[in-house]
């Protein structure tokens, strides 16, 4: 048994960053003596919820006293930061300590001053339920259901403003873990916030060419630099990889301005973990999930590139999707489509209906029919012509003729291979699954 702790909802669109805060608690926590149990946690929840302030992460992790032998996982403050891949709980009284200057150190690291940012922190000796992280990942969850399951697990809780943060802080501490990727985060150093952020973008694209277990670091189709972000906060790049050497390697491949401070996080980006089947009734506001079914009529195209188009699932009425233009790939994939082809699809919803598509599998081409051809004349060789509706075919040269059935009507070509097709990199979310499978 170790203390798990939980932290959510310190930033905001004006600045600040809660994986930046979290190494802040790394460093307390090693200020007071404690270990950190296993890798720092960053998890995303539900992309769809409208009160998010960026990327809706949330993090956690697992202090005690430390045994076994210690991995790197880090830099803060000039020391490495040492995971170990087991311990035991601290002491009550250290832990308490430390969860005091915890909350001291969530409240001033917070954008407490900007609108909807309400921090909370939350921590655990006692195991959450897992079913608490795939609710928060997949659809709305109140804020009065977490509080019982903190309550009933005894936890410690502190909050500022709403307590919307503890549904984030709770759901990352119950994060099971078992599917995952990393991100290694780089921080700036506080003299250049609001300065231009200096990552070169050719050696990131060098470094992800020469390690295919990165992922959207560059997007090639847009020649976009995915690691480093466009807001005021302290993250200056991140590398993601499906496995831990990836990234750290990478870190000393890429050219950038001073790095401040590093941290690696095990995360739940790439798992499509947000993603659910889902019956036609069943898709709520601000849920995601995916559908098997059949394209149910014609594709239509939209101003500014948008193309929508609806499936028909084994049951239930047909669902309405949408693949906006961003997204690059996924219109180019619909506009192929025809009634009777079936694919499965996967996305989101907001207040309108449709289905915001994240990904489209084409799974069997429709035998559509197309026109009939003429025969061609074996004599000389020339395409015959029709002599009317049902009157065949006649050559123009030898005027032979052919009777209307000797006409053949090609199947439809496939228009491109069966499989998976996902949005251009950057346009995708955190949490869409790297492969086929949702």
Same mark, same amino acid.
């Given at each position: 048994?170790?203390l798990w702790?939980?932290?959510?909802?310190?930033?905001?669109?004006?600045?600040?960053?809660?994986?930046?805060?979290?190494?802040?608690?790394?460093?307390?926590?090693?200020?007071?003596?404690?270990d950190?149990?296993?890798?720092?946690?960053?998890?995303r929840?539900?992309? +769809?919820?409208?009160?998010?302030?960026?990327? +809706?992460?949330?993090?956690?992790? $697992?202090?005690?006293?430390?045994?076994?032998?210690?991995? =790197?996982?880090?830099?803060?403050?000039?020391r490495?930061?040492?995971s170990?891949?087991?311990?035991?709980?601290?002491?009550?009284?250290a832990?308490?300590?430390?969860?005091?200057?915890a909350?001291?150190?969530?409240?001033?690291?917070?954008? =407490?001053?900007?609108?909807?940012?309400? #921090?909370a922190?939350?921590?655990?000796?006692?195991?959450?339920?897992s079913?608490?992280?795939?609710?928060a990942?997949?659809?709305?969850?109140?804020?009065?259901?977490?509080?019982g399951?903190?309550?009933?697990?005894?936890?410690?809780?502190?909050?500022?403003?709403?307590?919307r943060?503890?549904?984030?802080?709770a759901?990352?501490?119950?994060?099971?873990?078992r599917?995952?990727?990393?991100?290694?985060?780089?921080?700036?150093?506080?003299?250049r916030?609001?300065?231009?952020?200096?990552?070169?973008?050719?050696?990131?694209?060098?470094?992800?060419?020469?390690?295919?277990?990165?992922?959207?670091c560059f997007?090639?189709?847009?020649r976009?630099?995915?690691?480093?972000?466009?807001?005021?906060c302290?993250?200056?790049?991140?590398?993601?990889?499906?496995?831990?050497?990836?990234?750290?390697?990478?870190?000393g491949?890429?050219?950038?301005?001073?790095?401040?401070?590093?941290?690696?996080?095990? =995360? +739940?980006?790439? =798992?499509?973990?947000?993603?659910t089947? $889902?019956?036609?009734?069943?898709?709520?506001?601000?849920?995601?999930g995916?559908?098997?079914?059949?394209?149910?009529g014609?594709?239509?195209?939209?101003?500014?590139?948008?193309?929508?188009?609806?499936?028909?699932?084994?049951r239930?009425?047909?669902?309405?999707?949408?693949?906006?233009?961003?997204?690059?790939?996924l219109?180019?994939?619909?506009?192929?489509?025809?009634?009777?082809?079936?694919?499965?699809?996967?996305?989101?919803?907001?207040?309108?209906?449709?289905?915001?598509?994240?990904?489209?599998?084409?799974?069997?081409?429709?035998?559509?029919?197309?026109?009939?051809?003429?025969? $061609?004349?074996?004599?000389c060789?020339r395409?015959?012509?029709?002599?009317?509706?049902?009157?065949?075919?006649?050559?123009p040269?030898?005027?032979?003729?052919?009777?209307?059935?000797?006409?053949?009507?090609?199947?439809?070509?496939?228009?491109?291979?069966?499989?998976?097709?996902? #949005?251009?990199?950057?346009?995708r979310?955190?949490?869409?699954?790297?492969?086929?499978?949702?």
């Open positions: 048994m170790a702790v939980g932290v959510d909802d310190t930033d905001s669109p004006r600045g600040g960053c809660t994986t930046y805060v979290l190494t802040e608690l790394l460093a307390l926590a090693r200020a007071h003596g404690l950190l149990l296993g890798e720092p946690r960053l998890v929840l539900n992309p +769809n919820i409208p009160w998010k302030t960026r990327g +809706n992460a949330a993090l956690s992790a $697992r202090f005690g006293r430390g045994a076994g032998p210690p991995r =790197t996982v880090g830099e803060v403050g000039g490495p930061v040492r170990f891949p087991r311990g035991r709980a601290p002491a009550p009284a832990a308490a300590r430390f969860l005091e200057g909350w001291e150190t969530v409240r001033a690291s917070a954008r =407490t001053g900007d609108r909807g940012t309400d #921090p922190l939350v921590a655990t000796f006692h195991p959450l339920p079913t608490l992280y795939r609710r990942v997949q659809e709305v969850v109140p804020v009065e259901e977490v509080r399951e903190l309550a009933r697990a005894g936890a410690w809780t502190r909050t500022e403003g709403s307590d943060g503890l549904v984030g802080a759901a990352a501490v119950a994060w099971p873990g599917r995952g990727t990393w991100e290694l985060i780089s921080y700036r150093e506080p003299s916030y609001g300065r231009r952020r200096e990552v070169d973008a050719e050696s990131v694209r060098a470094a992800q060419a020469a390690d295919p277990r990165l992922f959207l997007d090639e189709r847009t976009r630099l995915l690691v480093a972000p466009h807001t005021p302290p993250i200056l790049f991140g590398l993601r990889g499906t496995h831990r050497d990836a990234p750290l390697r990478a870190r491949r890429v050219r950038s301005e001073p790095v401040e401070r590093w941290v690696l996080f095990r =995360t +739940n980006q790439g =798992t499509g973990d947000h993603l089947r $889902r019956e036609p009734g069943e898709w709520a506001e601000y849920r995601s995916w559908v098997d079914g059949v394209v149910a014609p594709v239509l195209r939209q101003p500014g590139g948008h193309v929508r188009f609806s499936v028909r699932p084994v239930g009425p047909p669902i309405d999707c949408l693949a906006f233009e961003p997204t690059k790939v219109p180019r994939v619909a506009r192929d489509l025809q009634p009777g082809d079936r694919v499965r699809v996967w996305g989101s919803r907001g207040t309108d209906p449709a289905i915001r598509l994240e990904g489209i599998e084409l799974r069997h081409w429709a035998p559509v029919q197309v026109r009939s051809v003429a025969p $061609r004349c074996g004599a060789g395409p015959t012509r029709s002599l009317g509706h049902q009157r065949g075919y006649r050559c040269g030898c005027r032979r003729r052919w009777p209307p059935e000797a006409a053949h009507r090609p199947p439809r070509a496939p228009p491109r291979a069966l499989g998976a097709y996902h #949005p251009t990199p950057s346009a979310r955190h949490l869409a699954p790297l492969a086929a499978e949702t």
